[in-house]
């Protein structure tokens, strides 16, 4: 419908002239299609609107989304570091260490786990460990940089090992340890073995070699007797080379009478390879015994043995020998006339730097000597 301009006559919409008055009507606009157009333009500019705030809303919620993210990661990482720097590998390494030196028995059971599913890790068993450690201060301090940059001990004797999580997030470790289980040999019949005081097994033969332990590394004072004799040999059992050491427990048989001299017996003092000292059992009935020949020596031993025979123009077979390691990579060697009990010399190696010292009888020392190599 169009309305006249000029007499307000509503005419039809297809109307070009007022029926009225004859106005002309081309130009006026029906009133439905202004009204169409008014309702589409707020219809359009409410669906405009609504897009905008759509877009808005979705815009808001990405940026919060994404702040919340944000938040989490910063805490993530924070919270990562702050364990690294206090409760990381390093430090649990360092802890365990620590428990050692300290000689914290119950804190160092915590923290080792065995090679071996027969052996018991407990504050007795682990005492020798600490004994030895009290001993070799040294021995502690390469331990722990060995142990954050390789994650083993330079001999084996420990290596770091992850047991699980905390909290589902973090690694946990602790030191697993190479068990021992030592040779040893002996002549005595019924005789009583013991390791530092505990009863390890009852000989039946007069000649047999027995396996003992498993046993954590560490210091050793090994003790056979029967009602007529006894026998001791202290010695350190660190490190996997060492893990089936022979230890000769072996009864001098041309006497049956108590005596100390040669005694079978190590060192526990710190010192160099170069000047070692000893000291002597005073067992009321303490005898030493033949040794091995050179082919049942580990392999470091034999290298000792080949430096003694050149040194002193011998050959590697004229005598039996005993081999043991009072030090780390610092080894041992009796020499006596083979076939008997008779001690010859005493030697010390040190295998890393390829030093020989002899033990001076006169002085109670080791003395280095001139390989010519």
Not at 70 to 76: E, K, R, S
Not at 214 to 228: A, E, H, I, Q, V
Request: hydrophobic content about 30%; glycine content about 6%.
């Amino acid at each position: 419908m169009k309305i006249c301009p000029n007499c307000q006559h509503a005419n039809e919409a297809t109307n070009d002239f007022c029926e009225n008055c004859g106005a002309d009507l081309s130009q006026v606009v029906s009133q439905q299609h202004a009204q169409a157009r008014k309702t589409g333009k707020v219809h359009g500019e409410s669906r405009q609107n609504q897009g905008y705030s759509r877009a808005d809303n979705h815009r808001f919620s990405r940026l919060k989304i994404g702040g919340s993210v944000l938040v989490i990661i910063l805490i993530a990482v924070i919270g990562f570091g702050y364990h690294q720097y206090h409760a990381g590998k390093d430090q649990q390494i360092a802890a365990v260490v620590k428990s050692m030196t300290g000689q914290k028995q119950t804190k160092l059971v915590e923290n080792l786990v065995s090679d071996n599913a027969d052996f018991k890790i407990s504050k007795q068993s682990v005492q020798p460990l600490l004994t030895y450690i009290q001993k070799h201060p040294q021995y502690a301090r390469d331990l722990k940089m060995d142990l954050q940059h390789n994650g083993h001990s330079s001999d084996y004797t420990f290596v770091v090992k992850q047991v699980g999580t905390k909290w589902t997030l973090f690694p946990t470790f602790k030191l697993r340890v190479t068990t021992m289980e030592p040779l040893i040999s002996t002549n005595l019949k019924d005789a009583t073995l013991e390791a530092n005081g505990g009863e390890l097994v009852e000989t039946k033969n007069a000649h047999a070699t027995y396996k003992v332990g498993p046993l954590c590394p560490g210091t050793y004072r090994f003790k056979l007797s029967n009602s007529d004799r006894t026998i001791t040999h202290k010695v350190n059992l660190m490190g996997r080379k060492n893990t089936h050491e022979l230890i000769s427990l072996v009864a001098n048989e041309k006497s049956s009478t108590a005596t100390t001299a040669n005694a079978d017996t190590t060192t526990d003092t710190d010192s160099d390879s170069s000047e070692l000292d000893t000291e002597n059992s005073t067992e009321s009935d303490t005898q030493s015994g033949t040794g091995s020949t050179y082919d049942d020596l580990s392999s470091s031993a034999q290298t000792a043995v080949s430096k003694i025979a050149a040194t002193t123009d011998s050959d590697v077979n004229d005598y039996d020998y005993t081999e043991s390691e009072p030090y780390t990579d610092v080894y041992e060697i009796k020499c006596y006339t083979s076939g008997t009990s008779d001690l010859v010399d005493t030697y010390r190696y040190d295998d890393v730097h390829g030093i020989l010292a002899l033990y001076n009888s006169d002085t109670g020392k080791f003395e280095t000597v001139d390989t010519n190599e």
